[in-house]
Structure formats: C-alpha cells, structure tokens
C-alpha cells in the first residue's frame, strides 16, 4: 500500500509500542485451591453414623444372651470391629485426612471376602443376608470412603492457583 492509500482510510494511524503504555499493577492471584468442606463433611458423617449403627446393631444381639457367648460368633465380632474401624476413619476423614479412605476401603474388601466365604459353607438364607449386608456395606461405606480420595485435593495443592 502506498501513502495515498492509506490517508484515503479514515481513523487514526498512531502506532504505539507493545508495553510502552501504562504499566498495570500486579494482582495477587486469588486463592481457588481450598480443601472442600462437604467432601469431608459428607464421607465422615456417613461413617461415623454408619459405624455407630452398626456397632450397637452388633451389641444389640449381645443383650439377650447373659453369657455373652455371641461375643464369641465372628459375624458379631466381625460387625463390632467393622464399625469401630468405620467410626475411627470417619473422625479421622471430618478432620480432613483423605488417605484413611483406603483403610475404609480395605475393610469392606476383607469384609466382602468373608462374607463369601460364609457363602460356600451351605448356612442357608443367614448367609445370603450376610453377603447381602456385606456388599451393602461395600458399596455404601466403600464409597464414603473413596468421596476424599477422589474429591479431595492432592498433596501440596492447598493454597495453589
């Protein structure tokens, strides 16, 4: 294009440098990293009531027998043990300590494992609700206790952008 080209367009033919203009203040980046409350909230409020439940559930067939004989059956010492396991990591999980996830996990994993076990021992219909309360378990519980490991920020990202 020549000179008279470009005076025929209207507007304006000033040309300014790129970062010769005003310099803009530096902004602090806001902080977008931080640790989701209801992921924790949520995954151990499940487990601690679930676990509480299936404590005294656990206990409750401990009442009507003087002896505590039942004490001594290890479906009941099995659920009584599950459900301190599932209290323990959900305290841990609501104060925010995602990897106790994996233990919540590998306890329904133990627990499904014995419960198929009972399976092949010809109990009945007792042992169909027994794998049916452990894969019950599995999927409620094992859940819970994955939401933190999934959802929850990895280590050292907290405060990032």
């Known amino acids: 294009m020549d000179e ?4 025929a367009i209207p507007g304006d033919r000033e040309f300014v440098a ?7 203040e530096e902004q602090a980046h806001p902080l977008i ?3 989701p409350f209801w992921i924790y909230a949520g995954s151990g409020g499940i487990l601690v009531l679930g676990g509480l439940l299936k404590f005294l559930f656990a206990l409750n067939f401990l009442v009507d027998i003087p002896n505590l004989t039942e ?12 459900g301190f ?3 323990v990591c959900g ?3 609501l104060k925010q300590k995602r990897d106790v996830g ?3 996990v590998g306890a329904v994993s133990i627990n499904l494992v014995i419960a198929s076990n009972i399976l092949d021992n010809d109990l009945g219909f007792s042992a169909i609700w027994k794998v049916g309360s452990a894969l019950f378990d599995f999927i409620i519980f094992g859940l819970a ?3 933190p490991i999934v959802f929850g920020l990895k280590r050292g990202m907290k405060g990032k952008y």
């Open 102 to 104: 994996w233990i919540v």
């Open 71 to 82: 004490v001594q059956e290890y479906s009941t010492l099995k659920n009584m043990l599950l």
């Open 18 to 24: 790129i970062g010769a203009g005003e310099k803009q």
């Open 145 to 147: 206790g994955l939401i």
């Open 91 to 93: 305290i841990f999980i």
């Open 85 to 87: 396991v599932f209290v």
């Open 4 to 7: 008279k080209t470009l005076e």
């Open 33 to 35: 990293m931080e640790e």
